[in-house]
């Protein structure tokens, strides 16, 4: 935005580059120790130090907190945990988009009386903290039969994911001009024939958006986790609280470590190979719209 | 081809105070080439997207061939619109774009690949069929729009200001080929611009509208040469037709005004009896800039002529005339002068105002007072 | 006038609307209306069932007895209530404050036509895609006061540094700052940045024309211009902050004792672990007056804005 040449390196831009760099550093360092630790036998863990590599690279965490690490009473590492939060992520995100896909269609294109009401009322929605929905939910699940089960938590990460996906929906539709529709209006479509001949084909990069911020939130969530799950349909994200903050035995560094990386690798897979997608939901969902 | 009637429509949006269209009447015949002129935010917009169904009028009817389309869906009103932005569905290749009408309507794959080739010829576009919208030039997306509403053979087309996104020498090229395409094609066509020229070139008849009123309906002829209102007077034209205040004086049979110029000189010009009824008050005269020139040998001895010594303060040369300016009863006036009758600015020169063409209204008023 | 009452009589209001087109009416609605459901049970409704359940005197159930604003009482005259609320204004105001800080501080430096930008620019923004729960595993080995920094710094040499926050009663809350800090200033720095991209490079040449320093450019074009990103961010940090709860109950679920409890956990605990219904629900209740009391006069002015403009 300044200058369209290339600076030359004066002495304060020496500094500019550096001061970024070890920002870098700072970021990056947990995420480095992480993997060493996890790397690391026990032995490692207590002669070496933080920033020490490991003496023999050693997969023996990993299979502990993947099978047999102790996450409460039982022993049976966190692989259950992951599986359950795949087979809830999955579902409600889907689910989700689909619905965000087709509400903000209709709140852009299909106004009507009461639409642009019930569009603050679900942006209020993004905005609540979710505490005061915890035991109305909790008892109705119960009454709807789902407590404690995995359909439950889709269910519930639907309702209160819809809000984020309708507006990142409707913000994309809003601009994708009325004329079109009014053109394809004139040429005999109806409803849905305008969205799934107009809207979805122009909708690729906003799909792509809200399946990365809608998989990053689900997977990463932790309050409807422990919540309204319990025993076999808990997520990953209880699994690996469980295994770091249980008080039976030693503590064992690298295995929660190597928990951590298996409870983070899909979502930094997901942000290392379409990070784009993922800045852009995380401005767009909070700037406003 | 087809036969639109409006009748009565008046619209109100919401709780909106005004009405955005206060009762429109219109009967547009079979073929017929009607242009809706206004300023932005008159309503033309409106009752164009009225007219096509994707918004309910308040109050009024709307009939295509007599059959009543008030609340029919777009769809089922045989309607096919041109729009501003062209509104080309942008994952479509022009193909796709020109057939998309079509197949909705479930014709025949073989009929609508002749038809698309028909319509390709006639707008030559057939090298482009293949590419996507955002590969065309602003003039080509142009004619694929046109070519997608041309597919349907509709009994109406609607365009909104088609041209406004074109350069001004491509605007010129394309007004061309429209009026030639109605011509050969003989469609009912309504036409939203708010371009003048546009409207005076094109139109069989033309609708002058304003703040959602119907001022004036006529031939283009109608509407320059005797506007209805001092609006339509000033809106249709370029540069604008002068209003000159001026007091009614002389006797009934001999009814002339005063001219004065910047300079104090003085001249008469003849007024017709019909303002007889305006003796001794302040009215205003219009003239357009042609019926201001320098003396013309063929017309000087005619009753309606008169003629003066303005100063002339600014010329403009503009190739086939020269625009001059001056001042008369203190009002800024324009003048079209030949350019081979030389005037210097800052110089007097001889006028002749051609009275004949002269329109009258009340001063401060909008109607006209001599129609 | 008399043809125009004839036409609106001779057509009643929808002449023979058919099936289908009464369907393709209604579509739009019928689209929206799950949706509908969802929201105003999901969300309205049951915040309206928690105000509700915060004025009875449940504990292990809900029971509809009304206690009027016992719970409140109750909750005011609780001591780790008042810790959390005490730890959330500390918590709030540093994260905000240094996420705030070196966000606009690192956006302005990478708004310098840096190099390999974009690949920094990811390096800062990956931790929100982190679950927090992650985090504070990782920020809780990293702090461990035997085996963590402390022994990192010990082995290069600097032998008296001490490192304990974790288990100090009036540190811990510090430590939740610095990893909740990790973890969301590369996003802020985000938001600063794609302001910074948005302003009119004209208006910044015009400056550089009347002869203006950078710095000078900066403190009074570009950062005045940054007050829409400077209040969203804002709004964005205080609705994570209130909400915060796997960040703590990971790192140290709440403890030493409940030295470093929030409002979040402690309403977890009292309604789900403790058996306190009423008092959690009244707690929820809270949370969500302090959210309004920042959003609300933040949409205000938002829609006066937009209003003036």
Redesign the interface.
Same mark, same amino acid.
């Given at each position: !935005?300044?200058?369209s040449t290339?600076?030359a390196l004066t002495p304060s831009?020496v500094l500019?580059?550096a001061?970024?760099l070890l920002?870098?550093l700072?970021?990056?360092i %947990?995420?480095f120790?992480?993997l060493i630790?996890s790397f690391k036998t026990t032995g490692d863990?207590?002669t070496g130090?933080? !920033?020490?590599m490991p003496e023999s690279w050693s997969l023996e965490a990993w299979s502990k907190a993947w099978s047999s690490a102790c996450t409460g009473v039982e022993c049976n590492g966190v692989n259950g945990f992951f599986w359950n939060s795949l087979k809830m992520t999955i579902p409600a995100v889907l689910i989700s988009t689909g619905?965000g896909a087709?509400?903000g269609?209709?709140?852009s294109k299909?106004r009507?009386r009461g639409?642009d009401l019930?569009f603050s009322?679900?942006l209020?929605?993004c905005?609540? %903290?979710?505490?005061?929905?915890?035991? %109305?939910?909790a008892?109705?699940l119960g009454k709807l039969g789902l407590a404690n089960t995995t359909p439950g938590l889709v269910l519930v990460h639907?309702?209160?994911g819809?809000?984020f996906t309708?507006l990142f929906f409707r913000n994309f539709y809003v601009g994708v %001009?009325d004329?079109?529709v009014?053109?394809?209006?004139?040429?005999?479509?109806?409803?849905?024939?305008i969205f799934v001949?107009?809207m979805l084909?122009?909708s690729t990069p906003i799909f792509m958006v809200c399946f990365i911020w809608q998989f990053?939130q689900i997977?990463?969530?932790?309050?409807f986790g422990?919540?309204f799950a319990s025993g076999d349909s808990q997520p990953i994200?209880v699994g690996?609280?469980n295994l770091?903050?249980t008080s039976t035995g030693v503590k064992e560094?690298n295995v929660? !470590?190597a928990?951590?990386m298996i409870?983070?690798l899909p979502?930094?897979l997901?942000?290392i190979l379409a990070?784009k997608y993922?800045?852009r939901g995380?401005?767009s969902g909070?700037?406003?719209g | 081809m087809a036969q639109l009637q409006l009748k009565g429509i008046r619209k109100t949006y919401g709780n909106a105070a005004q009405e955005t269209l206060k009762g429109i009447d219109i009967n547009i015949e079979s073929g017929e080439f009607l242009i809706l002129v206004g300023p932005s935010g008159c309503g033309k917009s409106t009752l164009m997207?009225s007219i096509?169904?994707?918004e309910s009028i308040t109050e009024g009817g709307i009939y295509i061939d007599g059959e009543d389309v008030t609340h029919a869906?777009?769809?089922d009103r045989d309607?096919?619109?041109v729009?501003?932005?062209?509104?080309l569905?942008?994952?479509?290749t022009v193909r796709e774009n020109i057939a998309?009408?079509l197949k909705?309507?479930r014709m025949p794959k073989n009929e609508i690949e002749t038809e698309v080739q028909r319509v390709a010829k006639l707008l030559q576009i057939e090298p482009l069929l293949d590419r996507k919208p955002a590969k065309l030039s602003g003039g080509q997306q142009q004619r694929v729009a046109m070519g997608?509403a041309l597919a349907?053979r509709p009994k109406i087309y609607l365009f909104d200001e088609p041209l406004s996104n074109l350069d001004a020498k491509l605007r010129v090229e394309m007004r061309t080929e429209i009026k030639r395409l109605h011509q050969r094609l003989g469609t009912t066509i309504v036409y939203v611009t708010h371009d003048q020229i546009e409207a005076m070139t094109l139109a069989d008849r033309i609708a002058v509208i304003k703040d959602g009123e119907l001022l004036q309906l006529g031939t283009p002829k109608e509407v320059y040469e005797s506007p209805a209102t001092r609006y339509v007077a000033s809106f249709i034209g370029s540069p604008a037709m002068s209003f000159i205040p001026l007091q009614v004086e002389g006797e009934a049979g001999n009814l002339r005004g005063r001219l004065k110029s910047a300079d104090g000189d003085e001249m008469f010009v003849p007024l017709p009896e019909k303002l007889s009824a305006w003796h001794g008050r302040e009215i205003h005269l219009g003239i357009r800039p042609e019926h201001i020139t320098q003396p013309l040998a063929h017309k000087q001895d005619q009753a309606t002529i008169a003629s003066g010594i303005f100063r002339i303060e600014v010329t403009e040369p503009t190739g086939p005339d020269v625009m001059a300016l001056t001042h008369i009863n203190g009002t800024e006036v324009h003048c079209r002068l030949d350019p081979d009758h030389t005037v210097a600015p800052g110089q007097p020169a001889e006028l002749m105002i051609d009275m004949s063409r002269a329109v009258f209204f009340e001063a401060g008023q909008e109607a006209r007072i001599d129609a | 006038m008399a043809q125009l009452g004839a036409v609106s009589q001779a057509t009643p209001r929808r002449p023979r609307v058919r099936l289908t087109q009464l369907l393709?009416r209604l579509?739009? +609605?019928l689209?929206?209306a799950? /949706?509908?459901v969802?929201?105003l049970v999901?969300?309205?409704?049951?915040?309206i069932?928690?105000?509700a359940?915060s004025l009875t005197s449940s504990t292990f159930l809900?029971s509809y007895e009304f206690a009027g604003f016992e719970q409140y009482q109750r909750l005011f005259a609780n001591d780790r209530w008042m810790t959390a609320c005490q730890n959330l204004a500390i918590f709030g105001a540093l994260f905000i404050g240094f996420c705030l800080a070196i966000g606009c501080f690192?956006a302005i430096?990478?708004?310098?036509?840096?190099r390999h930008e974009g690949m920094?620019? /990811? *390096?800062?923004?990956?931790?929100?895609?982190?679950? $927090?729960?992650? /985090?504070? &595993?990782?920020?809780?080995? *990293?702090l461990?006061p035997s085996? =963590?920094?402390e022994?990192?710094m010990?082995?290069w040499g600097w032998t008296s540094f001490q490192f304990d926050w974790l288990t100090d009663t009036d540190m811990v809350i510090y430590t939740i700052v610095i990893a909740a800090v990790?973890q969301a200033s590369?996003?802020v720095m985000?938001?600063f940045l &794609?302001g910074?991209?948005g302003?009119d490079?004209a208006i *910044?040449n015009a400056a550089r024309v009347d002869g203006a320093s950078?710095p000078r450019i900066y403190l009074r074009i570009v950062l005045p211009a940054m007050r829409p990103?400077f209040f969203?961010s804002v709004?964005?940090l205080a609705?994570i902050a209130? +909400?915060s709860?796997?960040l703590v /109950?990971?790192m140290t679920?709440g403890g030493p004792g409940y030295a470093s409890d929030l409002?979040?956990l402690f $309403?977890?605990s009292f309604?789900?672990t403790r058996g306190q219904?009423g008092m =959690?629900?009244a707690? &929820? $209740?809270l $949370?969500?007056g302090a959210?309004l009391a920042i959003?609300v006069p933040y949409l205000y002015s938002?829609l006066r804005g937009a209003r003036n403009a």
């Open positions: !935005m300044l200058d290339r600076k831009r500019v580059y001061t970024l920002a870098c700072v970021y990056l %947990p995420v120790v992480m630790t863990i207590r130090n933080l !920033m020490s619905l087709i509400n269609y209709v709140l299909w009507f639409s019930f009322m679900l209020f929605g905005f609540i %903290p979710f505490q005061v929905v915890l035991l %109305p939910m008892s109705t639907v309702v209160y819809v809000a309708t %001009p004329a079109l009014k053109a394809a209006r004139l040429d005999g479509a109806g409803f849905v024939t001949r107009i084909p122009l990053t997977w990463n969530d932790f309050l422990v919540v994200t690996l609280n770091v903050n560094y929660d !470590m928990a951590a409870a983070a979502t930094l997901v942000y990070g993922f800045i995380l401005t909070s700037v406003k | 997207n096509a169904g994707l869906e777009p769809k309607i096919a619109m729009f501003q932005s062209y509104a569905y942008p994952t479509m998309f009408g909705i309507r997608r349907r | 393709e579509l739009p +609605k689209a929206l799950p /949706t509908v969802l929201t999901g969300i309205y409704g049951f915040m069932w928690t105000g359940l809900p690192l430096l990478l708004d310098q036509r840096i920094i620019r /990811t *390096i800062y923004l990956y931790p929100m895609a982190l679950s $927090m729960i992650v /985090t504070g &595993a990782v920020w809780q080995w *990293i461990n085996l =963590g920094l022994k990192l010990h082995d990790w590369g996003f985000a938001l &794609a910074l991209r302003i490079g *910044i950078l990103v969203s709004m964005v609705h209130i +909400k709860f796997d /109950t990971a679920s409002p979040a $309403m977890y309604t789900f219904m =959690g629900a707690s &929820a $209740m $949370m969500l959210l959003l938002e």
